[in-house]
Protein backbone atom coordinates (compact mmCIF):
# COMPACT_ATOMS: atom_id res chain seq x y z
CA UNK A 1 0.00 0.00 0.00
CA UNK A 2 1.28 3.91 -0.94
CA UNK A 3 2.34 4.57 2.86
CA UNK A 4 2.77 8.41 0.99
CA UNK A 5 -0.85 8.76 0.04
CA UNK A 6 -1.89 7.25 3.73
CA UNK A 7 0.38 9.90 5.40
CA UNK A 8 -1.21 12.32 3.22
CA UNK A 9 -4.82 11.40 3.68
CA UNK A 10 -3.88 11.96 8.12
CA UNK A 11 -2.62 15.66 7.36
CA UNK A 12 -5.92 16.19 5.96
CA UNK A 13 -7.96 14.44 8.52
CA UNK A 14 -8.45 11.06 8.48
CA UNK A 15 -7.65 8.46 10.99
CA UNK A 16 -4.90 5.86 9.95
CA UNK A 17 -7.14 3.37 9.39
CA UNK A 18 -9.81 5.56 7.78
CA UNK A 19 -7.10 6.30 5.61
CA UNK A 20 -6.11 2.54 5.00
CA UNK A 21 -9.51 1.53 4.69
CA UNK A 22 -10.31 4.24 1.64
CA UNK A 23 -6.92 3.36 -0.32
CA UNK A 24 -7.99 -0.08 -0.57
CA UNK A 25 -11.27 1.07 -1.62
CA UNK A 26 -9.86 3.20 -4.54
CA UNK A 27 -7.71 -0.01 -5.09
CA UNK A 28 -9.89 -2.29 -5.21
CA UNK A 29 -13.00 -0.97 -7.46
CA UNK A 30 -15.99 -2.45 -4.61
CA UNK A 31 -15.22 -5.05 -2.12
CA UNK A 32 -16.54 -6.85 0.86
CA UNK A 33 -15.34 -6.28 4.56
CA UNK A 34 -13.49 -9.23 4.31
CA UNK A 35 -11.43 -8.03 1.24
CA UNK A 36 -10.72 -4.33 2.83
CA UNK A 37 -9.12 -6.47 5.86
CA UNK A 38 -7.26 -8.42 3.92
CA UNK A 39 -5.83 -5.74 1.37
CA UNK A 40 -5.18 -3.02 4.52
CA UNK A 41 -4.37 -4.94 6.71
CA UNK A 42 -6.81 -3.13 9.57
CA UNK A 43 -8.45 -5.59 11.99
CA UNK A 44 -11.14 -7.26 10.90
CA UNK A 45 -13.00 -6.06 14.53
CA UNK A 46 -12.44 -2.61 12.88
CA UNK A 47 -12.85 -2.58 9.08
CA UNK A 48 -16.61 -2.76 9.53
CA UNK A 49 -17.11 0.12 11.89
CA UNK A 50 -14.02 2.49 9.62
CA UNK A 51 -16.42 1.37 6.67
CA UNK A 52 -19.55 2.65 8.54
CA UNK A 53 -17.87 5.98 9.25
CA UNK A 54 -16.61 6.17 5.54
CA UNK A 55 -20.08 5.69 4.20
CA UNK A 56 -21.77 8.08 7.35
CA UNK A 57 -18.87 10.99 6.04
CA UNK A 58 -19.83 10.78 2.35
CA UNK A 59 -16.60 8.93 1.50
CA UNK A 60 -17.93 5.51 0.61
CA UNK A 61 -21.22 4.28 -0.91
CA UNK A 62 -22.83 1.01 0.49
CA UNK A 63 -24.47 -1.69 -1.38
CA UNK A 64 -27.18 -3.65 0.27
CA UNK A 65 -26.49 -7.17 -0.37
CA UNK A 66 -25.14 -10.47 1.30
CA UNK A 67 -22.42 -9.75 2.11
CA UNK A 68 -22.34 -6.31 1.88
CA UNK A 69 -20.23 -4.37 -0.83
CA UNK A 70 -18.34 -0.79 -0.16
CA UNK A 71 -17.03 1.22 -2.82
CA UNK A 72 -15.04 4.34 -2.49
CA UNK A 73 -16.41 7.76 -3.60
CA UNK A 74 -14.40 9.47 -6.45
CA UNK A 75 -10.90 10.36 -4.86
CA UNK A 76 -11.20 14.21 -6.57
CA UNK A 77 -14.46 14.95 -4.87
CA UNK A 78 -12.91 13.50 -1.61
CA UNK A 79 -10.05 15.53 -1.78
CA UNK A 80 -11.78 18.62 -2.49
CA UNK A 81 -14.17 18.17 0.84
CA UNK A 82 -11.15 17.14 3.00
CA UNK A 83 -9.03 20.16 1.37
CA UNK A 84 -11.69 22.52 2.42
CA UNK A 85 -12.34 21.45 5.59
CA UNK A 86 -8.69 21.36 6.64
CA UNK A 87 -8.06 25.23 4.95
CA UNK A 88 -11.43 25.96 7.27
CA UNK A 89 -9.40 24.42 10.28
CA UNK A 90 -6.18 26.34 9.25
CA UNK A 91 -7.96 29.63 8.74
CA UNK A 92 -10.43 29.24 12.29
CA UNK A 93 -7.30 28.36 14.41
CA UNK A 94 -5.52 31.19 13.16
CA UNK A 95 -8.23 33.79 14.51
CA UNK A 96 -8.17 32.18 17.66
CA UNK A 97 -4.32 32.27 18.14
CA UNK A 98 -4.29 35.54 17.04
CA UNK A 99 -6.83 36.53 20.02
CA UNK A 100 -4.21 34.51 22.08
CA UNK A 101 -1.38 36.62 21.42
CA UNK A 102 -3.19 39.59 22.11
CA UNK A 103 -4.74 38.91 24.83
CA UNK A 104 -2.03 38.91 27.10
CA UNK A 105 1.15 40.62 24.83
CA UNK A 106 4.58 39.77 26.57
CA UNK A 107 6.82 42.80 26.44
CA UNK A 108 8.68 41.78 23.13
CA UNK A 109 12.23 41.54 23.58
CA UNK A 110 14.75 43.97 22.02
CA UNK A 111 16.67 41.14 20.22
CA UNK A 112 15.63 37.82 18.85
CA UNK A 113 18.15 35.18 17.98
CA UNK A 114 16.76 32.54 15.02
CA UNK A 115 18.15 29.24 13.75
CA UNK A 116 17.57 27.81 10.43
CA UNK A 117 17.06 29.05 6.87
CA UNK A 118 13.79 29.10 6.43
CA UNK A 119 13.20 30.67 9.46
CA UNK A 120 15.02 33.95 9.20
CA UNK A 121 14.10 33.84 5.51
CA UNK A 122 10.32 34.37 6.34
CA UNK A 123 10.69 36.78 9.10
CA UNK A 124 12.66 38.76 6.47
CA UNK A 125 9.77 38.69 3.58
CA UNK A 126 7.15 39.29 6.87
CA UNK A 127 9.77 42.59 7.47
CA UNK A 128 9.48 43.40 3.30
CA UNK A 129 5.71 43.23 3.33
CA UNK A 130 5.12 45.69 6.37
CA UNK A 131 7.27 48.10 5.91
CA UNK A 132 6.68 51.49 4.25
CA UNK A 133 9.08 53.74 3.28
CA UNK A 134 12.62 52.48 3.30
CA UNK A 135 14.86 49.66 3.18
CA UNK A 136 18.71 49.67 3.73
CA UNK A 137 20.68 46.39 3.27
CA UNK A 138 24.01 45.45 3.23
CA UNK A 139 24.56 41.78 1.59
CA UNK A 140 27.52 39.69 1.13
CA UNK A 141 25.43 36.85 -0.41
CA UNK A 142 23.48 37.89 -3.45
CA UNK A 143 21.06 34.96 -2.87
CA UNK A 144 19.69 36.97 -0.17
CA UNK A 145 18.59 39.28 -2.03
CA UNK A 146 17.13 37.28 -4.68
CA UNK A 147 15.34 35.28 -2.65
CA UNK A 148 12.75 37.93 -1.98
CA UNK A 149 12.75 39.59 -5.64
CA UNK A 150 9.05 39.28 -5.74
CA UNK A 151 8.36 41.13 -2.41
CA UNK A 152 10.88 43.81 -3.35
CA UNK A 153 9.45 44.59 -6.80
CA UNK A 154 5.71 45.09 -5.26
CA UNK A 155 7.36 47.36 -2.48
CA UNK A 156 9.49 49.34 -4.63
CA UNK A 157 5.65 50.97 -5.73
CA UNK A 158 5.81 53.15 -2.87
CA UNK A 159 9.01 52.35 -0.94
CA UNK A 160 12.80 53.15 -1.83
CA UNK A 161 15.51 49.93 -1.34
CA UNK A 162 19.27 50.92 -1.16
CA UNK A 163 21.58 47.72 -1.25
CA UNK A 164 25.40 47.59 -0.81
CA UNK A 165 26.93 44.42 -2.33
CA UNK A 166 30.69 43.87 -2.14
CA UNK A 167 30.86 42.33 -5.70
CA UNK A 168 28.76 42.46 -8.81
CA UNK A 169 26.12 39.43 -9.96
CA UNK A 170 24.96 39.73 -12.65
CA UNK A 171 21.65 37.78 -11.67
CA UNK A 172 21.01 41.14 -9.81
CA UNK A 173 19.90 42.76 -13.02
CA UNK A 174 16.21 41.50 -13.23
CA UNK A 175 16.38 43.57 -9.81
CA UNK A 176 17.76 47.01 -11.37
CA UNK A 177 14.85 48.74 -12.19
CA UNK A 178 13.55 48.38 -8.28
CA UNK A 179 16.09 48.69 -5.92
CA UNK A 180 19.42 51.54 -6.36
CA UNK A 181 22.45 48.80 -5.80
CA UNK A 182 25.72 50.35 -4.74
CA UNK A 183 28.95 48.92 -4.82
CA UNK A 184 31.80 48.93 -2.12
CA UNK A 185 34.77 50.42 -3.07
CA UNK A 186 36.82 52.37 -0.26
CA UNK A 187 38.02 49.27 2.63
CA UNK A 188 38.16 49.83 6.24
CA UNK A 189 38.75 47.65 9.12
CA UNK A 190 34.97 47.89 9.82
CA UNK A 191 34.25 46.52 6.17
CA UNK A 192 37.27 44.07 6.38
CA UNK A 193 35.69 42.36 9.31
CA UNK A 194 32.60 42.18 7.55
CA UNK A 195 33.93 40.88 4.48
CA UNK A 196 36.07 38.62 6.02
CA UNK A 197 34.47 37.44 9.21
CA UNK A 198 35.95 36.44 12.62
CA UNK A 199 36.85 33.40 14.54
CA UNK A 200 35.93 33.47 18.21
CA UNK A 201 36.41 30.12 20.54
CA UNK A 202 37.02 28.00 17.12
CA UNK A 203 33.87 28.85 15.77
CA UNK A 204 34.18 31.55 12.20
CA UNK A 205 31.10 34.23 12.22
CA UNK A 206 30.56 35.78 8.86
CA UNK A 207 28.15 38.40 8.51
CA UNK A 208 26.05 37.67 5.06
CA UNK A 209 23.83 41.19 5.29
CA UNK A 210 21.50 43.28 7.09
CA UNK A 211 18.43 44.87 6.75
CA UNK A 212 17.23 48.07 8.18
CA UNK A 213 13.04 48.62 7.38
CA UNK A 214 11.79 51.61 8.41
CA UNK A 215 14.42 52.70 10.63
CA UNK A 216 12.59 50.94 13.24
CA UNK A 217 13.51 46.62 12.96
CA UNK A 218 16.53 45.34 11.53
CA UNK A 219 17.71 41.90 10.78
CA UNK A 220 21.15 40.75 10.85
CA UNK A 221 22.27 37.55 8.66
CA UNK A 222 24.87 35.09 10.07
CA UNK A 223 26.78 32.33 8.61
CA UNK A 224 28.02 30.11 11.89
CA UNK A 225 30.63 27.64 10.68
CA UNK A 226 27.87 27.00 7.80
CA UNK A 227 24.67 27.32 9.71
CA UNK A 228 22.50 30.12 9.23
CA UNK A 229 21.87 32.42 12.28
CA UNK A 230 19.20 35.30 12.28
CA UNK A 231 19.09 38.52 15.11
CA UNK A 232 15.93 40.17 14.68
CA UNK A 233 16.40 43.87 16.29
CA UNK A 234 12.90 45.51 17.33
CA UNK A 235 14.41 47.96 19.24
CA UNK A 236 14.33 51.31 17.10
CA UNK A 237 17.11 53.49 18.85
CA UNK A 238 19.06 50.27 17.93
CA UNK A 239 17.39 50.51 14.14
CA UNK A 240 17.93 53.78 14.04
CA UNK A 241 21.78 53.76 14.77
CA UNK A 242 22.19 50.66 12.13
CA UNK A 243 20.44 53.05 9.70
CA UNK A 244 22.86 55.72 10.72
CA UNK A 245 25.44 53.33 9.94
CA UNK A 246 24.57 52.23 6.62
CA UNK A 247 24.14 55.53 5.45
CA UNK A 248 27.43 56.67 5.96
CA UNK A 249 28.94 53.57 4.30
CA UNK A 250 26.48 54.52 1.28
CA UNK A 251 28.13 58.18 1.51
CA UNK A 252 32.09 57.27 2.05
CA UNK A 253 32.49 53.68 0.96
CA UNK A 254 30.25 53.24 -1.98
CA UNK A 255 30.17 54.46 -5.64
CA UNK A 256 26.29 53.79 -7.94
CA UNK A 257 26.62 50.50 -9.62
CA UNK A 258 24.94 50.03 -12.83
CA UNK A 259 23.97 46.77 -13.72
Not at 79 to 98: F, G, N, T, V, W
Not at 190 to 213: P, T, W
Not at 245 to 250: A, G, K, N, Q, T
Request: hydrophobic share 45%; charged share 35%; glycine share 6%.
Amino acid sequence: MAEKVIENLKILGMTEYEARVYTSLVKLGKATAREVHDDSGVPRARVYDILDKLAKKGFADVEEAEPKQYRAVEPEKIMEKLKLRYLAAAEESLIELEKLKFSKREELSPALIMRGEWNIKERIRELINNSGREILALSSNPELILDFAEEIREFAKAGKIICVLDRVDERLKSLSGYVEFREIVKASWLMDGYLQGVIEDGIKFKMEGIFVFDSKRSIIVIDENGKKLGVLITLPIIAFMQKGMLESVILNKTTPLDL
